[in-house]
C-alpha cells in the first residue's frame, strides 16, 4: 500500500517515489526565457481572458517536441477538458522533484476563492514551472512573464500548488455550445 507525501508516494518500505518529470532541451529553456519574450508571445499570440490552461499546454508541447503551437484563445465562457491527474505539491517538493537542469512540470496554483473573487481573479491559474540551471522559473505564457516560482506564489496570490506528469493537452469545452471545440 503506498501513501502521498508531497507529490511524492511511499511505499511500503518506506522509500519515496517521485513523480517523473519531464525534461527539456537548454535551447528550448533559454528561448522560453529570453527577455524579448517572442516564444512566450508565439505561444500565446492571441490571449484570451481564461485561456492559462491552454497556454501551459502550448509551452508543455515546446518543450517536449520544440514546436510552437499556439494556444487557443478561449472567450470566457470556455472551460478545459483534460485527463491529467493534479496531485499537491509544494515549492520544496517541486525542487527536489525538479532537480536536474531542464526538469519541468505543468502546475496549477489555486487561490482562496473569496481572495479571487475580491482580486477579480479566477481560483486556479495554469503554468509550467522549469529548472533553470538550479533556479525554478514559472514561465506563464498566459502573462507573457517569466519569475522565480517564489515570484509566481506572491503576486499571483497563489495558496497552494499541485502539478501533474505526462502530456498536458487541454481541449476548450464550450458549455453553451454543448461541446468541445476545434482548437485555434
Keep these: 500500500m503506498e501513501s502521498s507525501f508531497e507529490g511524492a508516494s511511499v511505499s511500503k518500505q518506506g522509500r519515496v517515489r517521485t513523480p517523473p518529470a519531464a525534461h527539456a532541451t537548454r535551447e ?47 472567450d470566457g465562457l470556455v472551460d478545459y477538458r483534460f485527463s491529467n491527474r493534479f496531485t499537491d505539491t509544494s515549492e520544496r517538493a517541486l525542487r527536489r522533484e525538479l532537480s536536474h537542469d531542464g526538469d519541468y512540470a505543468v502546475v496549477r496554483g489555486l487561490r482562496d476563492p473569496a481572495r479571487a473573487e475580491a482580486s477579480g481573479l479566477t481560483t486556479e491559474h495554469y503554468f509550467v514551472v522549469v529548472n533553470d540551471r538550479g533556479t525554478l522559473r514559472a514561465v506563464d505564457a498566459y502573462t507573457g512573464s517569466v519569475s522565480t516560482l517564489p515570484e509566481m506564489m506572491r503576486d499571483g496570490e497563489l495558496d497552494r500548488l499541485q502539478r501533474t506528469t505526462g502530456e498536458f493537452n487541454p481541449t476548450p469545452h464550450d458549455p453553451l455550445a454543448g461541446g468541445d471545440m476545434p482548437p485555434m
Design 28 to 74: 528550448r529553456v533559454a528561448a522560453l526565457l529570453d527577455p524579448s519574450g517572442a516564444e512566450l508571445r508565439a505561444l500565446n499570440p492571441n490571449p484570451g481572458p481564461q485561456n492559462c490552461p491552454s497556454t501551459a499546454g502550448a509551452v508543455d508541447h515546446f518543450l517536449r517536441t520544440g514546436e510552437t503551437r499556439p494556444a487557443d484563445r478561449g
